[in-house]
């Protein structure tokens, strides 16, 4: 019994414990690479020697990157950053605040580096708070970046940029922060900071995520913006209307804000579509149950999606007493909530969602996935089509209705897609 049971467990943990502290300097040598690469304003390459891969609905040419590895946010091999194009440059943050902007050409793309000041507002001790809070929770984590950059956004001559922000000691919530765009130094101030945060190490769930952060940041329009909000994992704040938490907002640009819907987990996609007067919203379900939902925005009541009542998918881990207080009905309508447009069993990440034509929309999620469908009556989802690509999609940004930017963090690399 101890040779067979015991011993070969030793070893197992002995051997899991090597990898983990070898994976943590793995990490901690690409964290101070980027800090390197952020201080003294390098220049960040990428370069298009393939041919177009022929993905059925679409061409992809892919710009694969020097070895000048971005940390990631999911693992620490290369690498996370979000992209958006904006006036015919191509723009990119890194997950720890590495701003840079180059001009869209055939063979490659070089970044320059614009100085900021992200650093004042999410820096190296947020970085390295990872271990502390989600060894707490997950036994061992040597993976990416907890507390990081969630989103860019450009528009209107301004940067807008959301981020885990540590809002009292241990007690997180998503904040935003904005400058006026130029090439020599941007200047970030507060446009949102909640006041309400949630603890990670004391609360009433004795759980936390800080990947349950949402963060995706549209344009409203010239004075708002609208901003989605994970529940960091503490539930029962999505179906609190005190709480910012689990919610997507509309924030004023002095800072007031109001919730636009509640009742959801994880909100990694957004898009406005000013023509029809809707929101759509992609979220990120549990273990399984990712959700496309549509918001009316000429609804006068607050619309609830049901989080953590309702759900398609299930608990990660499940006890008797979580199972009652977020029972995680399959039905939301039954329940008094809004039913998704379409939900994924099991979940496939679901994280960007954008307009590519009249009523004709394209995503992308986490595990490669790339999809476009139809929507029909304002209320239906047609033509559904997807096709998976080996590498997992940060960021997707438009540069025009057939051509699109997405961010491949399993290689650090950046894609153009060509509809067809």
């Given at each position: 019994?101890?040779?067979n049971?015991?011993?070969p467990?030793r070893v197992i943990?002995?051997?899991?414990?090597?990898?983990?502290n070898?994976e943590?300097?793995?990490?901690?040598?690409i964290?101070?690479?980027d800090?390197?690469?952020?201080?003294?304003l390098?220049?960040i390459?990428?370069f298009n020697e393939?041919?177009?891969?022929?993905?059925?609905?679409a061409?992809?040419k892919?710009?694969?990157s020097?070895?000048q590895?971005?940390?990631?946010?999911?693992r620490?091999e290369?690498?996370?950053?979000?992209?958006?194009?904006?006036?015919?440059?191509l723009?990119?943050?890194?997950?720890i605040?590495i701003?840079?902007?180059?001009?869209v050409?055939?063979?490659?793309?070089v970044?320059?580096q614009?100085e900021?000041n992200i650093g004042?507002?999410?820096?190296?001790?947020?970085?390295?708070?990872?271990d502390?809070?989600?060894?707490?929770f997950?036994?061992?984590?040597?993976?990416g970046?907890w507390?990081?950059i969630?989103?860019?956004k450009?528009?209107?001559?301004r940067?807008?940029?959301?981020?885990?922000?540590e809002?009292?000691?241990?007690?997180?919530?998503?904040?935003v922060i904005?400058?006026n765009?130029n090439?020599?130094?941007?200047?970030f101030k507060y446009?949102?900071k909640?006041k309400?945060?949630?603890?990670?190490?004391t609360n009433?769930?004795n759980e936390f995520?800080a990947?349950q952060s949402?963060?995706?940041?549209?344009?409203?329009?010239?004075?708002?913006i609208?901003?989605s909000?994970?529940d960091?994992?503490?539930?029962s704040?999505a179906?609190?209307?005190?709480?910012?938490?689990g919610?997507?907002?509309?924030?004023?640009l002095?800072?007031?804000?109001?919730?636009?819907?509640?009742?959801?987990?994880?909100p990694?996609?957004?898009?406005i579509d000013?023509t029809?007067k809707f929101?759509l919203a992609?979220?990120h379900?549990p273990?399984g149950g990712d959700?496309?939902?549509?918001?009316n925005?000429?609804?006068?009541?607050?619309?609830?999606?049901?989080?953590?009542?309702?759900?398609?998918?299930?608990?990660?881990t499940s006890?008797?007493?979580?199972?009652k207080?977020y029972?995680l009905?399959?039905?939301?309508?039954?329940h008094?909530?809004?039913e998704?447009?379409?939900y994924?069993?099991?979940?496939?990440?679901?994280?960007?969602?954008l307009k590519?034509g009249?009523n004709?929309?394209?995503?992308?999620?986490?595990?490669g996935?790339?999809?476009?469908?139809?929507?029909?009556?304002?209320?239906?989802?047609v033509?559904?089509?997807s096709?998976?690509?080996?590498?997992?999609?940060?960021d997707?940004t438009?540069?025009?209705?057939?051509?699109i930017?997405?961010y491949?963090?399993?290689t650090?690399?950046?894609?153009?897609?060509?509809l067809?």
């Amino acid at each position: 019994i101890i040779k067979n049971f015991i011993f070969p467990f030793r070893v197992i943990n002995e051997k899991n414990l090597e990898i983990y502290n070898q994976e943590l300097k793995y990490r901690e040598a690409i964290l101070k690479n980027d800090l390197v690469l952020k201080k003294f304003l390098f220049d960040i390459y990428f370069f298009n020697e393939q041919n177009l891969i022929d993905l059925g609905f679409a061409d992809l040419k892919i710009y694969s990157s020097e070895p000048q590895i971005l940390a990631g946010i999911q693992r620490p091999e290369p690498g996370s950053a979000y992209i958006e194009y904006y006036k015919d440059e191509l723009y990119l943050l890194s997950s720890i605040g590495i701003f840079a902007k180059a001009k869209v050409e055939n063979k490659n793309l070089v970044f320059k580096q614009i100085e900021n000041n992200i650093g004042k507002f999410i820096n190296e001790k947020h970085f390295r708070k990872t271990d502390k809070i989600s060894a707490r929770f997950q036994n061992s984590w040597p993976y990416g970046i907890w507390f990081s950059i969630k989103d860019l956004k450009i528009f209107n001559e301004r940067v807008y940029v959301s981020f885990t922000d540590e809002i009292k000691e241990d007690c997180w919530n998503t904040s935003v922060i904005s400058a006026n765009l130029n090439s020599e130094k941007l200047d970030f101030k507060y446009v949102f900071k909640p006041k309400d945060c949630a603890n990670a190490i004391t609360n009433v769930d004795n759980e936390f995520n800080a990947f349950q952060s949402g963060g995706r940041i549209v344009d409203y329009d010239e004075n708002n913006i609208l901003l989605s909000v994970g529940d960091y994992r503490l539930r029962s704040n999505a179906q609190n209307k005190k709480s910012s938490l689990g919610k997507i907002l509309k924030i004023n640009l002095n800072g007031e804000f109001k919730p636009i819907s509640m009742g959801h987990r994880n909100p990694q996609g957004l898009l406005i579509d000013k023509t029809n007067k809707f929101v759509l919203a992609t979220e990120h379900g549990p273990r399984g149950g990712d959700e496309i939902n549509l918001i009316n925005l000429e609804r006068n009541s607050l619309p609830n999606y049901g989080w953590p009542i309702s759900s398609y998918g299930v608990h990660y881990t499940s006890t008797a007493k979580k199972n009652k207080k977020y029972p995680l009905h399959k039905s939301h309508k039954d329940h008094g909530y809004i039913e998704p447009l379409k939900y994924f069993t099991p979940s496939i990440g679901i994280s960007e969602i954008l307009k590519v034509g009249d009523n004709k929309f394209f995503g992308t999620a986490l595990n490669g996935t790339m999809y476009k469908f139809d929507i029909q009556n304002k209320n239906e989802i047609v033509n559904f089509s997807s096709v998976k690509i080996p590498q997992r999609i940060r960021d997707a940004t438009l540069k025009n209705e057939k051509e699109i930017f997405i961010y491949l963090e399993t290689t650090a690399s950046i894609g153009l897609l060509r509809l067809k």
